[in-house]
């Protein structure tokens, strides 16, 4: 079965940095998009980026853009996000979902990552 | 890109039918038939419920179905049921080859 496990979420101050990991499994990894999504507390879905099968399509939200860097690595079926210059409306957990270029939707979700970004 | 506007609250007694609205523009819901639905519940991570308008996936009851009419999509519930409580966000792509989601409505069984 598709297992989407999300790590390295923690504490950072403002203007620090994170990278968080997605380990997949049950699914050929090197086959799908994958994407970031983070929900602030008791806020609603943001979606963050979208990293292509191959590593060579990337985008990013408007309100990462500059500062978080989305990469995969498809030998070990793995998602990261680089979070660096993090603010304090950066607080949020992170999901990284399944995000199947075909149907254009988020059709498996890990269980998230929360980061909070306090002094 | 803004959010596409959901109403916040929709509610209903078990067995009526409820309908959400997500309104966009046409650069994403009124340009693209990729709309999806995800439920959540409280503490937990989101879930497929509806995708390219109006598929469902494997295992979704067919009391879930989605629909659009220019920038607006929909989704209805019929014969609600106590565990369709939960928050309700609908996404689209969009003409700058990102997505958005939408604010959110948080469904409550009377």
């Known amino acids: 079965q598709v297992q989407l496990v999300e790590s390295g979420g923690g504490l950072v101050k403002p203007g620090g940095s994170l990278r968080l990991s997605c380990a997949a499994s049950g699914f050929t990894f090197s086959d799908y998009y994958m994407s970031w999504i983070r929900q602030a507390p008791g806020k609603g879905l943001e979606w963050v980026s979208y990293i292509s099968s191959s590593g060579s399509t990337i985008y990013y939200a408007d309100s990462v853009k500059g500062r978080f860097t989305i990469s995969r690595d498809n030998a070990k079926n793995s998602l990261y996000l680089q979070m660096n210059s993090l603010r304090a409306e950066d607080t949020a957990v992170y999901y990284c979902?399944?995000?199947?270029?075909?149907?254009?939707?988020?059709?498996?979700w890990g269980q998230g990552t929360l980061v909070t970004v306090s002094s | 890109q803004s959010a596409l506007t959901q109403p916040a609250s929709v509610s209903g007694s078990p067995g009526q039918s409820i309908t959400i609205s997500c309104t966009g523009t046409s650069s994403d819901v009124g340009g693209y038939n990729y709309v999806s639905w995800y439920q959540q519940h409280p503490g937990k991570a989101p879930k497929l419920m509806i995708y390219e308008v109006s598929n469902r996936p494997s295992g979704v009851p067919d009391r879930f179905s989605g629909s659009k009419s220019g920038n607006t999509a929909s989704l209805t519930i019929s014969g609600l049921q106590a565990e369709d409580e939960a928050d309700y966000y609908c996404?689209?792509?969009?003409?700058?080859?990102?997505?958005?989601f939408g604010t959110g409505t948080k469904v409550t069984v009377l």
């Open positions: 979902a399944r995000a199947p270029v075909t149907t254009a939707d988020f059709d498996y």
């Open positions: 996404s689209s792509y969009t003409s700058s080859s990102t997505y958005v």
